[in-house]
């Protein structure tokens, strides 16, 4: 009871504080409130006051090898068929500690769905949790009705199973859970998972394609437990981004990954609620992105650095062959915080060699000179955070588009009189280009087939978007607890 009273006095102070304060990005906003949480938190358990920033990740140790997820065999060939269940479970991040998570075909995250484009799959999807839930397809594209937005709610004990055809070329693509105001918490105690495009560039383009070898995905997440060790969603939410200070790679706390001195692919995935990820090596050194969400770069593009925004991915080759083999090299965040040390082993290998042209991307004069004919203003912060001045309601279409016509969505971030915050803008079903930022020309590593895009407050950013299917789609804001709170669209595509 006490302890309540606390809390919401707590609660309250925050937003006195944070509606004071001039802040600029998620992670910001949540960090100065998280720190306020935890300080209380401190203050009733330890009887001290902490003044140090607890929402900074805690650097991984290293002392756990990366969990690797299980790559998910279909059934049958044509189709290929793949069963899917949402399960609630028990995992042992600490040691003897039983947490309560959400996984699919397993305890916490998910398999990997590896796909072939041309084929024809089956999902066969179940929710055998208490809860309702969703099944979306992140990226794919894919039929409305089978998208698995808000629309498409499979109740706590039923099934529904999916038949369609992969048409889109090879990619990193993700699956989580989509109930209306429901999002946040289930992906955040557990449910995600991946699923690979491949097709015939994919296979011939000589990249480390040795599945947990030399290719790996990585799923970032940061998540708060609580002192029983437990994901306390409701104790910790944010409605501004729920951030914490413990990092977890494909579900592995401290973890640390193994390689081999040649080439290796890392598929990062920012699966995280709200926290952004700028990755670099502790040496400073290049790496190369090969591919944005959607697909390959036409070439590779060297980087020092790398941000990537929630439900945002990145394909990176390290060349372990040629780093300097200093001991302590990891992947790390912008604050130096240790993310993933590697642990270089000592066998040697002849890797392929890596075709120069990835792919054949390019944003056409026709679509640089098109005009807008969509346009979404971004505004708010916590439950008021809006599009186009509007909260989501699913019984209203937003916009209406005509299938396989090309259209400009024109997508402004609109500060506030406290500056505003980034907003990572998804759409569903397709996957655009972007032509511009601020009117000038993407970065080069944004030069791709894109879902996700991360725009930032006074930000102007152009995107020429198609859909190859027809049906309804969310737009939103992929900071999860925005679209809980309505930061979300529909797009009816006929
Ligand atoms: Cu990854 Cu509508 O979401
Ligand atoms: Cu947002």
Redesign the pocket.
């Known amino acids: 009871m006490k302890s309540k009273m606390w809390f919401a006095l707590l609660t309250l102070l925050i937003l006195l504080i944070g509606g004071c304060s001039n802040s600029k990005t998620a992670n910001e906003v949540s960090n100065k409130s998280m720190n306020m949480v935890h300080e209380g938190m401190d203050n009733m358990t330890n009887g001290h006051m902490s003044h140090t920033n607890p929402l900074q990740l805690a650097p991984s140790t290293g002392e756990n090898e990366l969990a690797i997820p299980p790559l998910l065999e279909p059934d049958g060939e044509n189709p290929a068929r793949y069963s899917i269940t949402a399960q609630e479970g028990t995992t042992e991040f600490y040691q003897g500690v039983q947490t309560e998570t959400y996984g699919y075909n397993g305890s916490f995250l998910g398999p990997v769905i590896r796909v072939q484009s041309g084929q024809t799959v089956q999902f066969s999807t179940t929710n055998e949790m208490s809860k309702d839930t969703t099944f979306?397809w992140?990226?794919l594209e894919i039929p409305g009705e089978g998208d698995g937005?808000p629309h498409e709610q499979i109740k706590s004990g039923q099934s529904k199973t999916l038949t369609f055809n992969i048409r889109q070329q090879a990619a990193t693509l993700?699956f989580?859970p989509?109930p209306e105001g429901q999002?946040a918490e289930q992906v955040y105690k557990g449910l995600a998972g991946l699923i690979y495009v491949e097709d015939e560039n994919s296979q011939r383009l000589g990249l480390p394609n040795q599945y947990g070898v030399n290719d790996f995905p990585l799923i970032f997440q940061d998540r708060q437990f609580d002192d029983q060790k437990q994901l306390n969603y409701q104790l910790f939410k944010n409605n501004d981004g729920t951030i914490g200070d413990t990092l977890l790679i494909n579900g592995t706390l401290h973890p640390k990954l193994s390689v081999r001195q040649e080439p290796v692919r890392l598929r990062l995935v920012n699966g995280s609620n709200a926290r952004n990820f700028t990755f670099k090596l502790s040496t400073n050194e290049e790496f190369q992105q090969i591919a944005t969400d959607g697909g390959f770069l036409n070439s590779p593009v060297p980087l020092k650095k790398l941000t990537l925004t929630p439900?945002e991915r990145a394909e990176i080759i390290i060349d372990f062959s040629k780093l300097s083999t200093s001991a302590d090299l990891a992947l790390m965040n912008e604050e130096d915080v240790v993310l993933l040390p590697f642990t270089i082993k000592n066998e040697q290998t002849t890797p392929k060699k890596m075709q120069d042209q990835l792919n054949t991307f390019s944003t056409t004069s026709e679509e640089q000179q098109l005009p807008v004919s969509k346009r979404i203003e971004l505004f708010g912060m916590g439950t008021m955070v809006t599009i186009n001045g509007k909260q989501f309601d699913r019984n209203r279409i937003d916009f209406v588009q005509q299938q396989g016509v090309t259209e400009i969505w024109e997508i402004y971030n609109k500060p506030d009189m406290m500056g505003g915050m980034t907003h990572p803008f998804?759409l569903?079903g397709t996957q655009f280009k972007i032509v511009s930022i601020n009117e000038q020309a993407p970065p080069l590593n944004e030069q791709g087939w894109k879902?996700?895009v991360s725009i930032e407050p006074d930000e102007t950013v152009k995107l020429a978007v198609k859909f190859n299917d027809k049906g309804l789609y969310?737009?939103?804001c992929?900071l999860l607890e925005h679209?809980d709170n309505g930061m979300?669209g529909q797009v009816k595509v006929e």
């Open positions: 979306h992140h990226g937005g993700w989580h989509h999002t439900g998804h569903h879902d996700t969310m737009f939103h992929h679209e979300m």
